[in-house]
């Protein structure tokens, strides 16, 4: 038979046989194509309730799961009068929730994101990026915002994970099914599938637009993976994050030119740009383009209007982790496209470069998108300081702390996190209006009132679940390894329902530290091996395949829980996705997380494991700085001891099993003669009422519309009225105090002699300037005196800032002067500093012009 195959013998034909759904089974199909039934628990299990064997088979996928409804099995649903009821009840609430239509209160935004983690059968995600991502198009769809989200359609996504009889980590791609997926084509008036198409040097890449619907949120994602293309080119949209630099640099520009290109296509004009890291940054490149040849503006006003409409999210807490590109290569893909827009190219490289000059410095993006947005977050309150401080070089003149970057604390979708029963529980106890009031702590603050009993109860349920799997998965896994049945017996048998459940999953990055809690393996075997208080380990999370290092720790766990003093004690779970995060977040006691100070930006699990009545222990870190509360959960100290990493290892590790042996396990086995400890319900409580309406997504998407895109919105507004003309006013005044910036000279400055003698603590600081401003106006410039302390030898601390008022002018000689107490005696370090002043502009380093005098 295969040799008449490969001879060409046979005469074989192709036949698809379309699958269809008897007409009263046909809105499930349309329900299946909109996202929105993921994060609802009536839809989720009208599709569970189908086959639940095959549904979690197919990946939780309902599409793929109606496409193998057999003609019997349909039947028999129609037959099935609860299953059509439950199905009408699904239907009702979709179209209701579809229906509804917000007053629009905001801007339109463009949402773009390398990765989106929607749900685990879209592999379009590798970790906690694309899940951030994709929980904020969810809330943007329950509150109404006006957002579409813009990406790229990944034929094989991110790897799956399995693991060998070893422990190294195996990678393996599957090709997604899009006729399974809720894709759907985007078509033009004529009915032809849009396609933009983006120049790499001299040759022309395609991509065709898919729509993704998130319940009310459009989701637009470019694919590569067309017959335009060469093969090469088909790749570009292949995996996520797979590839050398080059490859990454195709899926940028793909990303941000192609993404810009798809909105003007589809007559989409937002109003805000939100670039969710600097993946996306070359989109500002391309609204440049479309200002300067298609509105004809000059390049300075194109970037104007570029930089207030753009808002720029960084992710990342360390330099290395932003992506940048040499100069030669940037040259070959991006050389052409700069020259038709007449933009010099040094005037482009300089705009990625601390120094401009410096023609070695690779292009940072992330520079760039700072430099082409006027507004930048990060994550976290710690990591809006970490990135203040990462990205000071390129303003140097400013202290850190002076520097525009803000930030927004990350959060969670709460529908799609929270187990139905604690959903069911919460929608009880706080009334009908919590759906809108979910992050009002007064109505949490109602969980006290909340029997210990039926919380104790609830947990003990969502831990039976969860282990209850974790033994299926395990005998699955570990038998497909090839492992002893001895093994598997004794691994399964061990896990005990009434142990401490504390739960570890995450990406394995190095950083991360997965394997501190095995730094004293002796005093570990002893914490979990306490017949009186057994604790159990579930550990899971993959490494990026370049990430030998993570690899390695992946490795080390795995053949820990293999050790006979560890055996059912530590498991580790392999191939960690969105299905299974929800199991543990919802199934352990506690959630441990070690990083390294300080580079977690923020970290979501936390938070997904506080909305479920688990409590956290981590290192003051991350969101967990703004989160921890005494009494709701327990902490690691903030700052680092000692310099050498392997002593912070092991004073971290101390400290860690110090908190779990005093701490931790005594509170949890503290039990009553019902079985449980009202002193860890009374953490539960706490966790909940005072942490939890702090970190669920209503209060993210708030606070970006209150702090960014309303106030982006107001100012581009106002500076494109009267056709543009307090913008053109702006790039004119601009341009003119550059012209003359350097020029300006300082003809006489006043101050206390600080060399030879001290300012009595009470005694007024007075100062006096005289400047030549040549043709610039007094109002144009302001002058200030920064006092500094120094607390080494390269961190100086900002203590006050005082600036001094116009005395008079006389032509183009202006004198400004100053009066003022200090506050606190001491040695400080203090100068006097120049800087444009205009009321249109967004921030100081809006125009980052500055000259010490």
């Not at 210990?452 to 497909?480: C, F, G, M, P, S």
């Not at 009186?532 to 795995?558: C, M, N, S, T």
Request: with cysteine; hydrophobic share 40%.
């Amino acid at each position: 038979m295969v040799g008449n195959l490969t001879e060409g013998i046979l005469k074989l034909k192709r036949i698809f046989v379309e699958p269809t759904l008897p007409a009263g089974l046909a809105p499930l199909r349309d329900l299946a194509h909109n996202l929105w039934w993921s994060w609802h628990h009536e839809a989720i299990e009208l599709f569970r309730s189908i086959n639940p064997n095959q549904f979690e088979k197919l990946n939780y996928n309902p599409l793929a799961l109606l496409d193998n409804l057999s003609v019997e099995e349909a039947q028999d649903l129609l037959k099935n009068a609860e299953f059509m009821r439950r199905m009408e009840r699904v239907l009702e609430q979709f179209r209701t929730y579809i229906a509804r239509t917000p007053e629009r209160k905001h801007p339109l935004v463009a949402y773009f994101c390398m990765e989106y983690g929607l749900h685990q059968s879209l592999r379009l995600y590798s970790g906690g990026l694309g899940v951030l991502a994709g929980d904020y198009l969810k809330e943007a769809s329950d509150r109404g915002s006006p957002i579409v989200g813009v990406g790229l359609l990944y034929r094989y996504g991110y790897f799956q994970q399995a693991i060998s009889l070893h422990g190294e980590q195996i990678h393996q791609s599957e090709a997604a099914k899009f006729t399974q997926l809720p894709l759907l084509p985007v078509r033009d008036a004529r009915g032809e599938w849009v396609k933009i198409h983006v120049n790499f040097g001299r040759r022309t890449v395609w991509a065709k637009a898919w729509l993704l619907n998130v319940g009310r949120v459009p989701l637009y994602l470019l694919d590569t993976d067309i017959d335009d293309n060469t093969w090469e080119d088909r790749g570009i949209t292949h995996q996520l994050y797979g590839g050398d630099n080059e490859h990454r640099l195709k899926q940028e520009i793909l990303l941000g030119i192609g993404g810009v290109r798809l909105l003007q296509t589809l007559n989409l004009k937002p109003d805000v740009y939100h670039l969710n890291e600097g993946h996306a940054a070359f989109l500002g490149l391309e609204r440049l383009r479309y200002y300067i040849k298609t509105e004809q503006f000059s390049f300075d006003e194109a970037l104007e209007i570029v930089r207030a409409t753009q808002l720029f999210t960084t992710h990342t807490p360390v330099p290395a982790g932003h992506d940048a590109f040499s100069e030669p290569l940037l040259r070959t893909y991006l050389f052409d496209y700069l020259y038709e827009l007449d933009i010099p190219w040094d005037t482009f490289m300089a705009m990625g470069r601390v120094s401009p000059q410096n023609t070695a410095e690779p292009f940072s993006v992330s520079h760039f998108a700072l430099r082409t947005s006027s507004e930048a977050n990060g994550v976290s309150r710690l990591h809006g300081e970490v990135s203040r401080r990462m990205f000071n070089n390129l303003y140097p003149d400013y202290h850190f702390a002076e520097i525009h970057i803000g930030h927004i604390t990350n959060s969670v979708h709460f529908d799609t996190w929270v187990a139905p029963a604690w959903a069911e529980l919460y929608a009880q106890q706080f009334g009908p209006d919590f759906e809108h009031r979910q992050d009002d702590p007064n109505l949490w603050a109602k969980i006290y009132e909340v029997p210990d009993e039926t919380i104790a109860q609830l947990r003990k349920t969502l831990k039976k679940r969860l282990l209850e799997w974790v033994r299926k998965t395990l005998r699955e896994d570990l038998t497909r390894r090839g492992e002893n049945p001895r093994t598997i017996f004794e691994m399964t048998n061990a896990l005990e329902e009434r142990a401490l459940v504390i739960g570890f999953a995450r990406r394995f990055a190095t950083y991360k530290r997965a394997t501190l809690l095995f730094t004293n393996e002796k005093r570990l075997a002893a914490i979990v091996n306490n017949p009186e208080r057994p604790v159990l380990f579930l550990f899971a999370g993959k490494a990026h395949p370049a990430d030998k290092g993570g690899q390695e720790f992946i490795r080390f766990i795995y053949n820990i829980t293999k050790n006979p003093v560890f055996r059912g004690k530590v498991i580790f779970l392999e191939n960690y996705g969105m299905e299974m995060a929800k199991l543990l977040v919802q199934g352990t006691d506690l959630w441990l997380n070690t990083p390294t100070r300080p580079k977690e930006a923020s970290g979501t699990s936390g938070m997904k494991a506080v909305l479920n009545g688990v409590l956290n222990l981590s290192v003051l870190d991350g969101w967990w700085i703004e989160g921890y509360r005494p009494g709701a959960g327990w902490a690691l100290p903030e700052h680092e001891t000692y310099s050498d990493p392997n002593l912070q290892n092991e004073l971290d590790a101390e400290t860690l099993y110090n908190i779990l042996e005093t701490e931790v396990i005594p509170a949890y086995f503290e039990q009553n003669e019902c079985g449980f400890s009202p002193k860890w319900i009374g953490f539960i409580k706490k966790n909940l009422a005072e942490i939890a309406p702090h970190f669920v997504m209503k209060r993210m998407l708030d606070d970006y519309q209150s702090k960014y895109y309303d106030k982006l919105w107001k100012r581009s507004q106002r500076l494109m009225a009267n056709q543009y003309h307090a913008l053109r006013e702006l790039v004119e005044w601009k341009n003119r105090v550059k012209r003359v910036w350097e020029a300006i000279e300082l003809v006489s400055l006043q101050a206390p002699d600080t060399f030879n003698y001290a300012l009595p603590l009470g005694k007024s600081f007075e100062a006096k300037v005289t400047l030549n401003l040549q043709t610039l106006g007094a109002s144009d410039v302001g002058v200030e005196v920064v006092f500094l302390r120094r607390r080494t030898e390269t961190d100086l601390e900002l203590v006050e800032i005082h600036e001094l008022k116009l005395d008079h002018q006389d032509g183009a000689i202006a004198t400004y002067s100053c009066n003022f107490t200090l506050r606190e005696a001491g040695v400080f370090e203090y100068g006097f500093r120049l800087f444009p002043k205009h009321p249109l502009l967004a921030h100081r380093q809006d125009f980052p012009l500055v000259r010490w005098l």
